[in-house]
């Protein structure tokens, strides 16, 4: 079997396709023959040698970058119950330390993993996961969004942001989100009810008085978005590298703003599925790459103007 692996930290051109014997599952795990892999931020930022993650893997190199697939169980571990060879799976894996998923073959912890409904693309699905997860623990876990909130979700368009407007969109919040001007229209058609196009206009002169702000960007930005809050306003910030920046500048305003990381959780995959299934919410795939091509996806991915997910198809 191939699979991608991080040799050293650095540019894109570090990727490296290479043979490897197939892994064995352990008593806990499955083997699936994977068919989609979702290529995300924290992808690219480890490979840079950024983040937690990668300081936890430092040691630990090569590596193989991946936590979210879709695919076809082939071997179970002696303690699973669950799954049988054939299967259709999908979720999260290996996170926050593994990985995997950029691979002809992963394993994922069986209790990890959900089954694809029979509609939905296995080609294509693998790109959902920890995007869409993402989105709905940043959205109700962190901000507890209430139906007839405003919102603002900066990034909109991009593989989380376009999940979060979705699912705020449907638990009928009004939602606002910036976006360039070539996703404006995409961004109304996926549920925004109003777009800011960050090319033109500074979210601070346009917004104010909000009950929550996803931040997707970080940095100056979400530092910016904090004005954009009403008095019992909230905040929250997903990439981890300068959600300590934002809360302090939070705290010396007098403001509410945290960090968190995502947290696989099948029970909100499987509601996040079923959304999906019934064509209330959409996993729009800007493109899909060969294992070969892992490098390329990644230029793209940290071009910063993805609208939607990339992925990898083995």
Avoid at 50 to 71: C, D, H, N, S
Avoid at 152 to 165: S, T, W
């Amino acid at each position: 079997m191939r699979r991608v692996i991080v040799p050293e930290f650095g540019e894109a051109d570090v990727l490296d396709l290479v043979e490897a014997p197939e892994p064995e599952p352990a008593a806990d795990e499955v083997r699936i023959r994977v068919h989609s892999a979702g290529v995300n931020p924290i992808d690219y930022k480890t490979r840079q040698g950024l983040g937690f993650v990668a300081q936890a893997i430092r040691e630990k190199l090569p590596w193989t970058p991946g936590f979210e697939v879709a695919g076809v169980v082939d071997a179970v571990g002696e303690h699973v119950a669950r799954w049988s060879v054939g299967d259709a799976v999908v979720g999260m894996i290996g996170f926050p330390r593994v990985g995997g998923g950029y691979a002809d073959k992963a394993l994922a912890v069986a209790s990890d993993l959900c089954s694809v409904p029979d509609e939905l693309d296995l080609d294509e699905i693998g790109g959902a996961p920890l995007a869409a997860l993402t989105a709905w623990q940043g959205l109700f876990n962190h901000l507890a969004l209430q139906p007839d909130q405003k919102v603002l979700i900066l990034g909109g368009a991009g593989g989380v942001g376009h999940f979060a407007v979705q699912f705020a969109s449907q638990h009928g919040a009004h939602v606002i989100a910036t976006g360039s001007g070539a996703n404006e229209d995409f961004l109304h058609q996926i549920g925004a009810d109003d777009v800011i196009n960050y090319e033109e206009d500074d979210v601070h002169d346009c917004c104010y008085g909000l009950d929550a702000v996803l931040d997707l960007v970080g940095g100056d930005t979400g530092i910016k978005a904090l004005g954009s809050l009403g008095e019992h306003g909230k905040l929250v910030t997903v990439p981890t590298v300068t959600a300590e920046k934002i809360m302090e500048a939070a705290r010396a305003e007098g403001l509410q703003a945290t960090g968190y990381v995502v947290e696989p959780d099948t029970e909100q995959l499987e509601e996040i599925l079923a959304l999906i299934n019934r064509g209330d919410v959409r996993l729009h795939v800007s493109a899909a790459y060969p294992l070969g091509d892992a490098a390329a996806a990644h230029r793209r991915q940290e071009s910063g103007h993805v609208r939607g997910k990339l992925i990898l198809q083995p």
